[in-house]
């Protein structure tokens, strides 16, 4: 049996995963070759990361355990979680911790912006973790932080990755309103398999608010990723890019899912790099601006290359 602890923040003892401890250990098959992940050991990881810790950042580069860490943190590129290390969504891929959330930090914007700077990022990605536990879904404090790091770092374009504000009236509007460079937010799997992979979600819920960012403000970029390898068939696939460009999405993201724990959704299959060029040469005949489809890709890897790429593709559009 394995328990699921918390082996990142400074309270190990407690789960990490409380829902998850009983379950049953789900095993994956082992990884294949084209899984490979550089060590995270250069001089540039180590000014990131004392960058972070500085400011009391979470980054969700730790806190999901993502392979690309080492590649990116040597390049500078973190992306900040804000609203705290713990969700209030139990979602079977994810490794950030569940449970219930403590009050925000006022001062975190301020942070965020302050690493933004030091870091020199002329792109920079934040997302967060569900807030379910407040009001508006945290909306007014990723709109704060927006905000500071446009005050901060003028010439720096924003990218959010955004929960799902599911049921919370007018949230929505708030974030947009303060006027993100890149709106994501992942679907992470085809819809058949919401209930088992994200059951605190629903797909059409999630489909309508890429929809409603573009109806209310058009100049802004959309974006969305789902995970392969949880068991989806390949149609559903091709019918996610489908319900995606209908609510005129502009940047797809494919990546494979990798298992955290035992205790979290096994890895039903490795999806070879040659299957991932496919569905990016399907999305791209589909009408997406951009599409990133490789093993290793995440919403936010290489996100400031894709961002420049993502802008150039709509100017080439508009003539
Ligand atoms: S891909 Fe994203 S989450 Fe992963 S290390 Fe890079 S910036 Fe962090």
């Given at each position: 049996?394995?328990?699921?602890?918390?082996?990142?923040?400074?309270?190990?003892?407690?789960?990490?995963?409380?829902?998850?401890?009983?379950?049953?250990?789900?095993?994956?098959?082992?990884?294949?070759?084209?899984?490979?992940?550089?060590?995270?050991?250069?001089?540039?990881?180590?000014?990131?990361?004392?960058?972070?810790?500085?400011?009391?950042?979470?980054?969700?580069?730790?806190?999901?355990?993502?392979?690309?860490?080492?590649?990116?943190?040597?390049?500078?590129?973190?992306?900040?979680?804000?609203?705290?290390?713990?969700?209030?969504?139990?979602?079977?891929?994810?490794?950030?911790?569940?449970?219930?959330?403590?009050?925000?930090?006022?001062?975190?914007?301020?942070?965020?912006?302050?690493?933004?700077?030091?870091?020199?990022?002329?792109?920079?990605?934040i997302t967060s973790v569900d807030r379910d536990d407040l009001a508006d879904g945290g909306a007014a404090h990723f709109a704060q932080t927006i905000r500071a790091i446009r005050a901060r770092c003028p010439t720096t374009t924003i990218e959010i990755l955004t929960p799902d504000f599911l049921r919370k009236d007018g949230a929505l509007e708030v974030v947009v309103a303060a006027k993100p460079d890149v709106f994501n937010h992942n679907l992470e799997t085809v819809p058949s398999h919401y209930l088992a992979v994200r059951p605190g979600a629903r797909y059409f819920h999630s489909i309508r608010l890429l929809q409603r960012v573009k109806e209310i403000d058009p100049t802004i970029f959309t974006k969305s990723g789902i995970m392969v390898g949880l068991g989806e068939e390949r149609h559903e696939v091709l019918q996610v890019m489908d319900d995606l460009r209908s609510a005129n999405v502009d940047f797809l993201t494919i990546g494979q899912y990798l298992q955290p724990t035992r205790k979290h959704h096994a890895v039903m299959r490795y999806v070879p790099p040659d299957e991932f060029s496919g569905y990016e040469k399907l999305a791209y005949a589909k009408g997406f601006l951009m599409v990133s489809a490789s093993p290793l890709t995440r919403s936010s890897h290489h996100a400031g290359d894709d961002f420049v790429r993502l802008r150039a593709a709509r100017a080439a559009l508009s003539g």
């Open positions: 049996m394995v328990v699921v602890v918390d082996t990142v923040s400074a309270t190990p003892l407690r789960p990490r995963h409380p829902e998850k401890v009983n379950r049953p250990d789900a095993l994956s098959p082992p990884k294949p070759d084209w899984i490979r992940v550089r060590a995270p050991n250069t001089r540039g990881y180590a000014d990131t990361r004392r960058i972070v810790k500085e400011n009391g950042l979470v980054t969700v580069c730790e806190e999901a355990g993502c392979p690309n860490i080492g590649e990116c943190w040597d390049k500078k590129h973190a992306t900040f979680m804000i609203m705290g290390d713990t969700c209030t969504r139990a979602c079977a891929f994810c490794n950030v911790k569940t449970g219930m959330p403590g009050a925000l930090d006022a001062s975190e914007p301020e942070h965020v912006a302050e690493a933004t700077f030091k870091l020199g990022l002329a792109h920079i990605v």
